[in-house]
């Protein structure tokens, strides 16, 4: 739900290449992490990824964004093989207009992050409650924490602007079409000013709501629909395959 529809040049190339760098670091780390026996995993990765592009390719009708899964996928898979799953789904993405190149990595950390929190939270929460409760507990604060990440990312890297337009797109079928409404903000931007926070947020409308309210309550509603998705995903596999859940072997 966090990944950054953002096209190449937006994002300065100082933040572009400092997200690849802590990217590949990270992967370096989870690899020399893996244990023996992880290639049973494998074919569950593939499966994983698979479900977080298409979670990412299909919209959500009434909401500006569209499910993400990356808990879901960190709660299978655990966190190192979670986050190269994330990376590998980030390059796929990329080449089909879902973010630029030069943002891989950005967008790897912060989609990363909801499969390595998804996956600690969710065998935190074995220990005290059900699969089911856990994985939503842990698929909420994972999507809070990312998502502020993403805000606060947009924000110091891009601007307000750029912020609010993430928001000002609707979705139709596989494709991505930004509906110019000729208000201040678009105005705006075709002159070529930098227009402020609230004339920037001002473009961004949910239900009969606009500008910042908006914006909470699009997120929270995507973070809530995300997070009963997951958790009903889990209950499921609870019950037929608990093998397939992180730390559950081990319990």
Not at 32 to 41: D, Q, V
Not at 57 to 78: N, R
């Amino acid at each position: 739900m966090s990944h950054l529809h953002i096209p190449d040049g937006v994002i300065g190339a100082g933040w572009c290449l400092a997200g690849f760098v802590v990217t590949f670091i990270l992967m370096f780390f989870f690899f020399s992490r893996l244990k023996k026996g992880f290639g049973r995993k494998i074919p569950l990765t593939g499966v994983a990824g698979a479900i977080m592009l298409l979670a990412m390719s299909v919209p959500l009708g009434l909401l500006p964004l569209h499910l993400g899964l990356a808990a879901l996928c960190g709660i299978l898979l655990g966190p190192a093989l979670g986050f190269l799953a994330v990376f590998v789904v980030n390059v796929v993405l990329a080449f089909v207009g879902h973010g630029g190149i030069t943002v891989v990595g950005i967008n790897t950390l912060i989609v990363g992050a909801e499969a390595l929190l998804g996956a600690c939270f969710f065998r935190a929460a074995q220990r005290k409650m059900k699969a089911a409760k856990g994985a939503a507990l842990a698929t909420a604060l994972a999507l809070l924490i990312s998502t502020t990440l993403m805000l606060a990312t947009v924000g110091a890297a891009a601007g307000v602007q750029e912020l609010a337009s993430l928001f000002q797109h609707k979705h139709y079928l596989h494709e991505e079409e930004l509906e110019e409404d000729r208000s201040e903000f678009f105005q705006a931007h075709e002159e070529g000013r930098a227009p402020g926070p609230e004339t920037a947020m001002a473009g961004v409308h949910f239900l009969r709501y606009t500008g910042l309210s908006a914006l909470l309550l699009a997120l929270l509603a995507g973070i809530a629909l995300e997070t009963a998705a997951t958790a009903l995903i889990v209950h499921y596999l609870a019950k037929v395959r608990p093998d397939y859940l992180f730390g559950q072997e081990s319990s």
